[in-house]
């Protein structure tokens, strides 16, 4: 069974302040993907990053895929209060074309 | 449809009754999901259709748990003889054949059996 874990699984900070969450597995993916799910909503995709090494970057949002594809970061510079949200890493698809997701890591960025 | 969209937002049922949760995928996407996510929590994998076929139904927790879909879009996930435990968001998600990496999900389930 592949397992993703994310770290930290709380964070608050204050506006302005940069913050790292991370995602790891002793699986390899083939691909990546990073969601942020806010209340009463579903998981919306931010970023797929499919090769080992890979950098992606959305605006204030830095992603990494790690050499072997078994982990990911999402750096996010200069948070805002409209980052505010949970952050899932999920990795796949696995053979059943399902996605496995990570634990969550829930970011508070007070204003 | 423009999105995934799910029916009831909302639904609180007692122990032991029957339910039936709706999903309607993005026009035109042949693949769909089934996650359940408890409070605050990562998904769990239900189910894939693939069309009206789902090749793997392994991830249903329980012999309560089924599943369907008609026509290659509209699946309803149903949930017999509810337990407490099984209190939780249903979410469902869509894609284009072979492209889980690129699923849109809906908005969400929220059961709450008392």
């Known amino acids: 069974t592949q397992l993703l874990e994310q770290s930290p699984q709380f964070l608050s900070i204050q506006e302005g302040e940069n913050l790292t969450v991370y995602c790891n597995s002793s699986s390899v993916f083939s691909s990546l993907q990073w969601y942020r799910q806010e209340p009463g909503e579903g998981p919306v995709l931010l970023v797929t990053v499919v090769t080992g090494g890979e950098v992606k970057k959305l605006k204030r949002l830095t992603f990494q895929f790690g050499d072997a594809r078994k982990d990911s970061s999402l750096h996010i510079t200069a948070a805002q209060p409209g980052d505010t949200g949970l952050y899932l890493c999920?990795?796949?698809?696995?053979?059943?074309?399902?996605?496995?997701f990570g634990s969550g890591t829930q970011l508070t960025v007070l204003p | 449809g423009a999105g995934v969209s799910q029916s009831p937002s909302n639904k609180v049922t007692e122990k032991g009754k029957d339910v039936e949760l709706r999903c309607d995928p993005i026009?035109?996407?042949?693949?769909l999901y089934w996650y359940r996510q408890s409070l605050g929590q990562g998904l769990e994998f239900l189910i894939y259709?693939?069309?009206?076929?789902?090749?793997?139904k392994s991830g249903l927790p329980s012999d309560r748990f089924s599943a369907e879909r008609t026509g290659g879009s509209v699946s309803t996930l149903t949930i017999q003889r509810t337990q407490q435990e099984d209190s939780a968001v249903y979410l469902c998600?869509?894609?284009?054949?072979?492209?889980?990496?690129?699923?849109?999900f809906g908005q969400g389930t929220r059961l709450t059996v008392v």
């Open positions: 026009s035109g996407h042949t693949a």
């Open positions: 999920a990795g796949g698809p696995g053979s059943a074309r399902q996605l496995t």
């Open positions: 998600a869509s894609s284009l054949a072979n492209r889980a990496t690129e699923a849109f």
């Open positions: 259709f693939q069309g009206n076929s789902a090749p793997d």
